[in-house]
């Protein structure tokens, strides 16, 4: 096996084009270091609906140069082959994450090789912006260059469709097989003379159009953790005429390595603590933070002298009420559908049918909304939110937070709080609380293995809930495409239950509803509810 795998490394280091990761191979089969090499030759970095993302670092189970290139070659064979009665356009964007420019520049000279016309946004954009560019300058495909919200040593390539969504299959699956049968990275030629173009005032000037500042200035915390979104943020703030953010300091500049944050995402436990402070210390309207590439978004606000974090899907609540409110007031008339991903609270879909519009679940990830017609808003649970889908078809941390200052500038004119918002929607649709759970295991199998036993050996109770239906999500639910996973209902309960098939974890979505009526009341029953629901799930998942 360790011959097979030195000669699998040796030939990758003799077709490497970087320097330093060739180097770096050459140096580990010298010192016969078999149990690094066989992490970094696992086989070939899987591309995914999302792409590729994984560490960076030597090899082919790693993200290099060499894998972007390869990648990019197989990508622009599909697009040839698919659109072989025109010159397919491309558009390349990258975030500030290590290696994130040069990696872009390999897509662009790949593409420039094989016949594409190349269009490169400029260095260091959030990736909502390059969701917009491919819709903007009719492209038929766009890759930007972000690991998102992965720790510092990752790096990914995310590719959009021709709608400037995140690529379903059977795309994937194509550009996959394509990536396979491609040369080895330095048998393919990079070529120079791209185009350079920078859309994004045009960005800018969209974002600002979608709010209004009518009603009053607010005070803003903001943070873009890090990450790229900060002079985005300010410049649609400035065009739609709001006043500008008060700014966590140490996070507002770029920096890969994210250095005071343990990990730059907003859902974590601790990465929004000194935005939490600074919203104290100026006594803020809301708190808002971007992730690194700005595509999600969370927000906290301020409750009884302290500041609490919104879940994922209280922000999609108020965000689908303010949508329906601002058309309300406009005497506009929304048409469309509202829709959540199929993990996510329950409750937005109910919501638009509760006021005339469409109310629809996707499979998880907002690239499965950006796929749809008729779209008015879309969101999952992991803050991710689609809220100008006629323009970017894909979660937008920075048209968000747009959003949500209008919300709260409306919020601070009527004197209300989010709370109290909150409130008078379960009072008219039931309290509809969530809570996430994850599972570590030892092995991807196990985590897959008890996926297929709960499905085939089904509980008829979890704690004191009565199993009232079980689905095999293999099978395909509500019309959706099959995905793994299980999906059981009790009478005012769910639970899903999905394998990451990626790593030895499983993930359990848990929501609780209960009846239309008295908010405070049924927030109390619901908590304790799903409270006993989390520890019964803990207990069922870790005997099986």
């Not at 859309?199 to 990450?227: C, L, W």
Request: glycine share 8%; proline share 6%.
């Amino acid at each position: 096996m360790s011959k097979d795998l030195i000669s699998i490394a040796q030939n990758w280091a003799d077709h490497d084009p970087d320097e330093n990761t060739k180097q770096q191979i050459l140096n580990l089969i010298k010192n016969n270091e078999v149990g690094k090499l066989g992490e970094l030759f696992a086989g070939d970095l899987e591309f995914g609906t999302a792409g590729l993302r994984a560490e960076i670092d030597a090899g082919q189970s790693r993200m290099n140069r060499a894998v972007v290139i390869r990648a990019t070659y197989g990508l622009c064979h599909y697009l040839l082959k698919k659109y072989s009665n025109k010159k397919p356009k491309l558009v390349v964007g990258n975030d500030a994450r290590h290696l994130s420019d040069q990696f872009a520049q390999d897509v662009c000279g790949v593409a420039m090789t094989l016949g594409l016309e190349v269009f490169r946004l400029p260095s260091r954009i959030p990736t909502p912006v390059l969701a917009f560019g491919v819709r903007h300058l009719s492209a038929e495909a766009g890759v930007m260059i972000t690991a998102s919200h992965n720790p510092p040593r990752d790096n990914g390539y995310k590719v959009y469709d021709h709608l400037g969504a995140g690529i379903i299959p059977p795309m994937d699956k194509e550009i996959a097989e394509l990536i396979k049968s491609a040369p080895m990275a330095n048998q393919i030629k990079l070529t120079p003379g791209w185009t350079e173009i920078d859309i994004t005032d045009k960005y800018h000037e969209r974002v600002s159009q979608i709010v209004n500042n009518n009603f009053g200035q607010i005070k803003v915390a903001f943070t873009p953790m890090h990450g790229v979104g900060q002079e985005t943020f300010d410049k649609c703030m400035k065009l739609a005429g709001f006043d500008p953010s008060i700014n966590v300091k140490e996070q507002t500049k770029p920096d890969p390595d994210f250095p005071t944050v343990s990990f730059p995402n907003p859902e974590e436990p601790g990465a929004m603590d000194l935005l939490l402070k600074l919203a104290q210390e100026i006594s803020a309207d809301v708190a808002i933070a971007n992730d690194p590439d700005a595509d999600r978004c969370a927000v906290a606000i301020p409750e009884s002298g302290k500041w609490r974090v919104l879940t994922g899907d209280e922000l999609g609540f108020l965000i689908a009420w303010w949508l329906i409110k601002r058309a309300e007031l406009n005497n506009s008339q929304l048409k469309g559908q509202m829709v959540a991903s199929i993990v996510s609270s329950s409750l937005v879909p109910k919501i638009a049918v509760a006021h005339g519009l469409k109310g629809a679940t996707t499979l998880t990830g907002v690239k499965w909304m950006g796929h749809l017609d008729e779209l008015i808003f879309g969101y999952e649970e992991a803050i991710g939110y689609c809220t100008d889908p006629e323009y970017v078809r894909d979660k937008d941390g920075i048209s968000v937070a747009l959003r949500v200052v209008e919300l709260f500038s409306y919020l601070k004119q009527d004197n209300i709080s989010a709370d109290q918002i909150l409130n008078r929607i379960y009072e008219q649709f039931g309290v509809h609380l969530t809570k996430q759970l994850s599972f570590r295991f030892d092995s991807v199998k196990k985590a897959i293995d008890i996926t297929k036993k709960l499905i085939t050996n089904s509980p008829s109770q979890i704690g004191e809930f009565i199993v009232e239906k079980v689905e095999d999500m293999n099978k395909g639910i509500d019309g959706l495409p099959p995905t793994s996973g299980i999906r059981l209902l009790t009478k005012n309960a769910r639970i899903i239950v999905r394998p990451s098939g990626t790593e030895p974890k499983l993930k359990c979505y848990l929501e609780v509803t209960t009846k239309p009526g008295n908010p405070q009341e049924n927030k109390a029953i619901a908590k304790k509810e799903l409270d006993s629901l989390a520890d019964s799930v803990h207990q069922l998942l870790t005997s099986i």
